[in-house]
């Protein structure tokens, strides 16, 4: 009789959640399915609205253990610390060391906070990822909203999540008619540079009505006490500021010993499996797929999430793998705090509650999924 194969999925992302949905395929296939990851997933799709106001937290996340568990497969809370694809084994915080035959390594992203002196270990200074750091930032705002206090709010970054952050920060405000004195600042000369430059015009009106303050141009590269200094001298006086410079790939796939890209990752072939390594497969914002420089978003590891769980299965099974090409347009919605979202998808756009309501239906079909 053949030995059992163990199959690792590091981080219940995206891609994950769904092949633990269908664990059972693999269990089948006579493998032992292993999903490691050190808490709940947080869906970034709400954390916006969350922070926002609109939604709790506890609609923001899904437990893993009883996806994986009902499908045959097991849980461990822990976080990897390392992968040695050579030893075929990973290490976890926890001190266990676990061996593999495939792992797929599906963990995510940061927000590079080195890239603003003095910001990493600052307290007044929140990253939009984790994810859960919104609830805390929420729930930190809550409390000084409590104590009636005028606070100033600087969001370092004008792309979508700097945008849907800010909207949404003047919402929770609102909840508790306060003024809160928001900057929304970015190094480029328009928010939203990669939407329409109509949408981009549309939500920069929309957020000024609300008595934002946006700064083009500005290139921020220091925070001393309370001040944000940006490369050209301009100081900005912020009490809470909000980094939302763009992702780069989770630091456990530079702990690989595999090829990767500076920022971006992992680096993968249309298998989805490192370009050194068939074993070791990669999805989600820690891949950076040959020939592509895809953005950091959900709905790329939403959709390479089945071909992660069909080459998992082909590869036990030896058969041939399947190649998963990118689309080329994707839609984005940003929820505007307001209970309108501004929709994009290529050239065009639109911006309203029927936005909104889409952006509903979308996440909460997609969470259902793996409740
Ligand atoms: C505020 C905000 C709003 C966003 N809105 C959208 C949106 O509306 N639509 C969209 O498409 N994209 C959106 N994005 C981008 C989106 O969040 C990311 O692209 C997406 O989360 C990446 O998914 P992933 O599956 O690669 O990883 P994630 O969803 O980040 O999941 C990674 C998982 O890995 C686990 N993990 C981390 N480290 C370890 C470790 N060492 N060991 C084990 N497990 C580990 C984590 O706990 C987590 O469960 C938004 C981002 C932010 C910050």
Redesign the pocket.
Known sequence: MSQQQTVIL????????HVAAHAEALVKCGARVVL??????????L??GM?GGMYEPEADQID?RPLIEARGGEFIQ????SVDSCARQLHL?GGGVLAFDYVSI????R?DESAILGADNDPSVWS????AN?WKLREYLEARFCERKILRVAVVGGG??GS??TANLTALAGCYDIDLRVTLITNNDRLIPEAPAGAARALQRKLTKRGVVIRTHTHIVRREGESLIAEDGRVFEADVVVL?LG?EA?P?VYKTGLPTHPKNGLRINAMLHSIDDERVFA?????AMEGFNL????????RQAAYIHANLLASLDSKPLATYEPQKR?L????LGDGTALSTWGPFWWNGSSSMWL?HWI?HRFLKQYR
């Open positions: 590091v981080g219940a992302g995206h891609a994950h959640l490691v990851d050190p808490t709940e997933f947080w869906y970034s799709g954390a916006t922070l893993p822990d976080r990897v610390e915080d599906n963990v995510g992203s927000v939009v990822k984790p994810v919104l979508p999540t849907e952050v939302a992702l989770h456990l999805a989600g914002d820690c891949a953005p950091k978003l959900g709905v790329f590891g939403v994707y984005a919605i940003l929820n952006k996440d």
